[in-house]
Structures are given as structure tokens and as C-alpha cells.
T-cell receptor, first 113, second 114 residues
Framework: SQQGEEDPQALSIQEGENATMNCSYK?????LQWYRQNSGRGLVHLIL?????REKHSGRLRVTLDTSKKGSSLLITASRAADTASYFC?????????????FGKGTHLIIQP | KAGVTQTPRYLIKTRGQQVTLSCSPI?????VSWYQQTPGQGLQFLFE???????NKGNFPGRFSGRQFSNSRSEMNVSTLELGDSALYLC?????????????FGPGTRLTVL
């Protein structure tokens, strides 16, 4: 079953603008991770935020986590054409990943040059 | 370090056949997980192996099986293939630390069942 649900399903913006994607989940988590996938290829790990963290930065990425609302957001600043991809949030439960990651359906991001 | 590798990258089979996919994890990673990705169901967890033992299994029929070898390489097998098994199969390895499981994915094997 899908735990994380990304919103929006698709997003198209101009190069240089910021892109924000949201993810909601249903049950308690240990960590929440964001992955990127280009054209049906493998997933690339972007960032992991632990359940006791509220915000994390990595380069042009900023992730927030609100465990009370069971939601997370991924912000990509100063977008580039190369950021065009699908973005997935993934959660793991108390097993720390031994139960496998549960992915949302993803947000398809298109950066217009 | 070399990343996760999967072979073959593409595979075409017919209904009723069986298939074996292979995954070599990042050196030092002992946990290997398998996922199925389809347009309709998205990414779904198949199973996870750690030190040659299956630790958990997703909600898939018994036709889907796997194993892990002493060098952490893993294989998954699908028997009696169905059209609905057409998918991208992704393998991920992780340096499993209690409470943290960043998984590193391979490029996937795209299976087409005709």
C-alpha cells in the first residue's frame, strides 16, 4: 500500500524558479527520504530527514518534516533543466528499513528552459 | 565505490516462462532490497535480504522469490510469468544501521512479458 502521497502529481515551472513538492504519510516513521528518478531509470537518493529533525539542507535542496501533520516538503531552489525528473518520498517504519521503504506515487517535475 | 549493478538491463519473456534477475550491492553493504515499479501501482517493496536471510517480504505471490549469497549478491526469480509482471525491477543496497536505512538503487532491469 502507498504510504507517502506526493502533491502535486505534476509540476511545470520555468528554469530559475523554485519548485516545491509535498508528501503526506499515514503512520509513524523513523525517517523520511526523497529520491529522484530520471526517465524510468534507477532512483537517486537526495536527502534523508530523521523523525526528530524539522529541517535539513543539501545544496539547492531544502526538506522540512512536520510529524504532527505527517507531512514533508521538498524545495528545489533556482531550478535547472537537469532537475527535470520524478521525485518520490519514501518512509520507513520502526523497523528502520527492514520492512522496506514505502514510496508515494511521485511528483513529475518539468523545468522549462 | 562502484554503485549497485543489475543484470540484465532489459529482458523480454513470454507468459509462463521464468526469469532470474541479478543484483550486486555496493561493496560492504549487506542488505539488499527488491522493488517492483509499474505505472499503475508505483514502487512496491518485494523483499529484503540481510546476511543471506530474508528479513521481510512484501505483498506479492509466491511466484516471486529471491536469495542472497555469501558475498551479498542477490537474485530474484519470478516463475510462471504473467503479463502483469511487466515492470521495472529495482534493487537497492544499504549499509543497514539500526534506525537508518538509506538505500542506494541500481539502474533496474526492465522486464517485458509478452
Amino acid at each position: 500500500s502507498q504510504q507517502g502521497e506526493e502533491d502535486p502529481q505534476a509540476l511545470s515551472i520555468q528554469e530559475g524558479e523554485n519548485a516545491t513538492m509535498n508528501c503526506s504519510y499515514k503512520t509513524s516513521i523513523n525517517n523520511l527520504q526523497w529520491y529522484r528518478q530520471n526517465s524510468g531509470r534507477g532512483l537517486v537518493h537526495l536527502i534523508l530527514i530523521r523523525s526528530n529533525e524539522r529541517e535539513k539542507h543539501s545544496g539547492r535542496l531544502r526538506v522540512t518534516l512536520d510529524t504532527s501533520k505527517k507531512g514533508s516538503s521538498l524545495l528545489i531552489t533556482a531550478s535547472r533543466a537537469a532537475d527535470t525528473a520524478s521525485y518520490f518520498c519514501a518512509t520507513d517504519g520502526s523497523g528502520g528499513g527492514a520492512d522496506g521503504l514505502t514510496f508515494g506515487k511521485g511528483t513529475h517535475l518539468i523545468i522549462q528552459p | 565505490k562502484a554503485g549497485v549493478t543489475q543484470t540484465p538491463r532489459y529482458l523480454i519473456k513470454t507468459r509462463g516462462q521464468q526469469v532470474t534477475l541479478s543484483c550486486s550491492p555496493i561493496s560492504g553493504h549487506r542488505s539488499v532490497s527488491w522493488y517492483q515499479q509499474t505505472p499503475g501501482q508505483g514502487l512496491q517493496f518485494l523483499f529484503e535480504y540481510f546476511s543471506e536471510t530474508q528479513r521481510n517480504k512484501g505483498n506479492f505471490p509466491g511466484r516471486f522469490s529471491g536469495r542472497q549469497f555469501s558475498n551479498s549478491r542477490s537474485e530474484m526469480n519470478v516463475s510462471t510469468l504473467e503479463l502483469g509482471d511487466s515492470a521495472l525491477y529495482l534493487c537497492a543496497s544499504s549499509l543497514w544501521i539500526v534506525g537508518v536505512s538509506t538505500q542506494y538503487f541500481g539502474p533496474g532491469t526492465r522486464l517485458t512479458v509478452l
